[in-house]
């Protein structure tokens, strides 16, 4: 059945009715600050701890607006013997916000969790030079991150929280096993020796004999 002629403006007119009947809702910014949704994309947090300098988030980043220098220290060796190691060592780790398009790959990609979102958006500056982060402000927009959301109780148990208790539960119970047996080690010499036996009955002691 073809479309009647004019059916499309008469739809178009009826959504603009009923929105000029609803009251309009003002966002009184900034005096109340919005409700954001929890994955909201405001800013990169890093969390220097967890970075090692793998340079994955640098390679990925279509941009090329995140900007890594470290250098190499030599760890001595933990026991005598042992052969020394080299680490990386985070010199400068910054984001230029003014060309970042809040993709997320780089997050994706960091295998160590040492880079997050952030709600806070309220970074505008007068001077594009100031929306590069160094790592000192990026370490500052890590502590607005929220909060992870709760598991679902149904999920499957991670495997690394799975691996963990397995281990612990395996500790627990060779400690147990431990102690049962020292304890039955313990006890095997008093079993094995027994009740004392009891001294034989003696006779009791007699008068001596007279001659009458």
Known sequence: MPPIP??????????????????????????????LPPRTRGVIGLFEENCTVCML????????CIYIDSHKETVPAATPGG??????????????????????????????DALFWSPEFEYAETDILELTHERDKLRQWMWTVPAPPALDPAAEEPKEL?????????????????????????????????PAEPAPPTDPPTAPETDA
Request: proline share 5%.
């Open 162 to 194: 799975a691996a963990a208790r397995k281990a612990v539960e395996k500790a627990e119970a060779a400690a147990q096993a431990a102690a049962a047996a020292a304890a039955a080690e313990a006890a095997g010499p008093a079993e094995s020796a027994g």
């Open 57 to 64: 988030c640098a390679r990925e980043c279509p941009d090329w």
């Open 83 to 112: 052969r020394e190691r080299s680490r990386n060592v985070l010199d400068r780790f910054a984001i230029d916000f003014s060309l970042c398009m809040y993709c997320g790959i780089c997050i994706e990609v960091c295998p160590f």
């Open 6 to 35: 004019g059916s499309g403006l008469a739809k178009g007119l009826a959504v603009t009715l009923r929105t000029m009947t609803k009251r309009s809702h003002t966002a009184q910014y900034p005096d109340v600050q919005p409700e």
